[in-house]
């Protein structure tokens, strides 16, 4: 006992195609998989769906191999038996498998496509398609075209050339050429690189790294110990920590890096001016609560300069080095 299966497709100019082969053996299994007898590549059939076994009296038994049933001759069901001397269709997904039986005795099986415009399905769906209502993808990708070309080209042209000539913008909030790149002025003391970017920069698109402020800085001493500030900052919570996240993907070094609180290019100085105060909230982040992170600290805790900061008090020094 072996299966005739017959395929039959279409090409655009409506031209059918058939291809044969034959299968010499008693069963076979359909589905989307690629090691089935029968290969349908449709999301709506199972990777294995349909076991068909030999039954008594040349018949053959149609079993469901997963979840999903199908559908025989109309009736959806996951076990049926069908005699293909009287002809039967199976229905799965968008493939219709029609079995019968040729005069030689072999079972034969013609896959091929449902036709949904002439199942009705088209036109049962079509009154609630947006599709008969809109251009088509044709027209609307040449308007899209034009109205690029119009804002982007046609617009830019037309204000260059007929905009009046007027003198240069001038003042600290001026937009003038290339000077809108600028970052900002540098400070007094960093005023002597203000042609060598390189100096701090040391690599495209990487923010100022520690490294470049010690190779001047190298005799300046940490505020204090890496690890006591660590252990004051505390570890960066909920918001927090997804910003900083971002800022490491975008290269940007800390928290506890020099550029934290030294900042640089703030433009409000003029050039040449003092670089910019640390603001008080850089402070507080670790001195805010400073007890309750570092245990053995004799400091107090000084969220605010103004109105919560310990009294100062007097050293006497009797020795030097003391």
Known sequence: MGFRIRTVDFTAAQREI????????AELTIGRAAENDIHLADLAVEQHHVH?????????????????????????????????????????????LAFSRADDGETTITISQVDERADGKVDREGGFALASVLPGKRP???????????????????????????????GDQAVMMDASWRTGALSAAHHGLENNCAACHTQPFVAVRDDACLACHKDIADHAPQARQQNARGAPGGGDALLWQAAHAFNKPGPGACTDCHTEHEGANAPGGRMEPTREQFCADCHGALDTRLTDTALGNASDFGTNHPQFQVRLFTAAGQ
Not at 18 to 25: H, L, T
Not at 142 to 162: K, Y
């Open 52 to 96: 068909v076994t030999p039954a008594l009296g040349g018949r053959l038994r149609l079993k469901a191999m997963g979840t999903l049933g199908f559908s025989v001759d109309g009736r959806t069901t996951s076990d049926a038996t069908i005699d293909p001397g009287e002809g039967a269709e199976l229905r799965l997904g968008s493939s219709r």
């Open 140 to 170: 609307v990708a040449w308007l899209g075209l034009a109205l690029i070309l119009l804002a982007f080209l046609a617009v830019p042209i037309w204000s260059h050339l007929n905009r009046a000539d007027a003198a240069p913008a001038q």
């Open 18 to 25: 058939v291809r044969e082969r034959e299968i010499a053996q």
